[in-house]
């Protein structure tokens, strides 16, 4: 079997901010700079204040699970040596309802919890991106 090609991210003048920030492992997340509303996926627009005035800042990387899924079915081969892999959406402390859509790794046995505390870390998915991910952060 041959082996296919990752899908990856293709960074443009929107995003290309949060995969730099990525490859630095930091996250980073557009923020407009007149009203200070956080928002998620990049938009030319606040969708708080209409401002165009929007740039990325940091953010704590901290944040709950909001909603998940597991895969259990690739639907992409280069997935196929990944499953089951966690598909969840991350509310971000920074700002309520900031999300995210992730992964979850390095699940135990125990699985995840909507609710569960998770923290940002990084995978490299090519020597050009890395993704951020989330764990759960355990007491
Ligand atoms: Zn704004």
Redesign the pocket.
């Known amino acids: 079997m041959t082996e296919s090609p990752p899908l990856l991210p293709a960074p443009d003048e929107l995003t290309s901010f949060f995969w730099e920030a990525a490859r630095r492992r930091e996250l980073m997340i557009q923020r ?6 956080y928002q998620h996926p990049p938009e030319p627009v ?6 165009f ?2 740039g990325g800042a940091e953010v704590s990387g901290r944040g709950t699970v909001y909603s998940y899924t597991m895969a259990t079915q690739a639907f992409h081969p280069s997935f196929a040596d990944k499953l089951p892999f966690c598909i969840a959406v991350v509310e971000l402390d920074d700002q309520p309802g900031l999300k995210l859509l992730t992964n979850i790794v390095d699940l135990q046995a125990d699985g995840v919890n909507v609710g569960d505390p998770v923290e940002v870390c990084f995978r490299a998915l090519s020597d050009a991106i890395d993704l951020p991910v989330f764990r759960l952060v355990r007491a």
């Open positions: 407009c700079s007149a009203c200070g509303t606040c969708h708080s204040c209409l401002s005035d929007l």
